[in-house]
Antibody
Framework: EVQLVESGGGMVQPGGSLKLSCTASGFTFETYWMHWVRQAPGKGLEWVATIMEDRSRKNYLDSVKGRFAISRDNAKNSLFLQMNNLRAEDTALYYC??????????WGQGTPVTVSS | EIVLTQSPATLSLSPGEKATLSCRASQSVGNSVAWYQQTPGQAPRLLIYDASNRATGIPARFSGSFSGTDFTLTISSLEPEDFAVYYCQHRSNWPLTFGGGTKVEIK
């Protein structure tokens, strides 16, 4: 059974940092693209970042470039999102998702991030 | 950036009725559109990928089609569990984007 479990969310002040983690199981992690997608309260889905199975290839939403960094540890079946210089507009539920290439095909339950003073 | 415009925003139907949801891309995306279902408090679930392929375990009442830049998700006969929000998404290029969603509600 495919499982994705996110952790690391919480409340942080503007300008602060958080590191999200996602632990995967039930599939061959190293062969899949992995994504972070977020959903602000009461809003729709917004893609944030993707890392391909080749860890050197990464893509980001323009508004998070230079602030967020996606990474993965294939030996530990883990995906990460380092978020720096957080803004109020980054407040959302952050989902880790496995990718059928650029389309997420299985999602975790999400970890909430609140940026507020 | 490719913009995906979903219509209608809300669809009010009764169980057993047919639902037709639309997603229009602002430029050509080939067939690289997926559809997702999200029920309250739950993570999204992939229904359709590459415009017309049902994901594993998705009932046959869900189908996808497209013509040019117009994509359609059809639910042939609504079951109670189908009342939810539906999103389209493209993977044609970067950035990946989602449509704004269509809420299918009980009439």
């Amino acid at each position: 059974e495919v499982q994705l479990v996110e952790s690391g969310g919480g409340m942080v002040q503007p300008g602060g940092s958080l590191k999200l983690s996602c632990t995967a199981s039930g599939f061959t992690f190293e062969t899949y693209w992995m994504h972070w997608v977020r959903q602000a309260p009461g809003k729709g889905l917004e893609w944030v970042a993707t890392i391909m199975e080749d860890r050197s290839r990464k893509n980001y939403l323009d508004s998070v470039k230079g602030r967020f960094a996606i990474s993965r540890d294939n030996a530990k079946n883990s995906l990460f999102l380092q978020m720096n210089n957080l803004r109020a507009e980054d407040t959302a539920l952050y989902y880790c998702a496995r990718g059928y290439y650029g389309s997420p095909d299985f999602w975790g339950q999400g970890t909430p991030v609140t940026v507020s003073s | 950036e490719i913009v995906l415009t979903q219509s209608p925003a809300t669809l009010s139907l009764s169980p057993g009725e047919k639902a037709t949801l639309s997603c229009r891309a602002s430029q050509s995306v080939g067939n690289s559109v997926a559809w997702y279902q999200q029920t309250p408090g739950q993570a999204p679930r992939l229904l359709i990928y590459d415009a017309s392929n049902r994901a594993t375990g998705i009932p046959a009442r869900f189908s996808g089609s497209f013509s040019g830049t117009d994509f359609t998700l059809t639910i042939s006969s609504l079951e109670p569990e189908d009342f939810a929000v539906y999103y389209c998404q493209h993977r044609s290029n970067w950035p990946l984007t989602f449509g704004g969603g269509t809420k299918v509600e009980i009439k």
